[in-house]
């Protein structure tokens, strides 16, 4: 996401980053629901579901920037 942020201006490479992002996370919510599942008692599930949370708020700012980003130079 940082390399994303670093290239802001250029709308499309932004929300490419960000998508990059968000599936990475999406990974790894599955390898901790995996975890979950056959160490139960270990805290993954508590760990996948923040994961999850993340993933949605991650989701809605890439619909943000989709509808609301400028491209362009920033402003001075």
Known sequence: ???GYGRRRYK???IKFL???HSSLLE???Q???LATIHPDTGWNKIA???DSLG???SKFID???KNWKSGPPAT
């Open 1 to 3: 996401m940082v390399e």
């Open 32 to 34: 901790s629901e995996f």
């Open 49 to 51: 579901l923040e994961l």
């Open 64 to 66: 943000y920037v989709d």
């Open 19 to 21: 998508i990059y992002s």
């Open 56 to 58: 949605r708020k991650i």
């Open 28 to 30: 790894s919510t599955s």
């Open 12 to 14: 499309a490479d932004f």
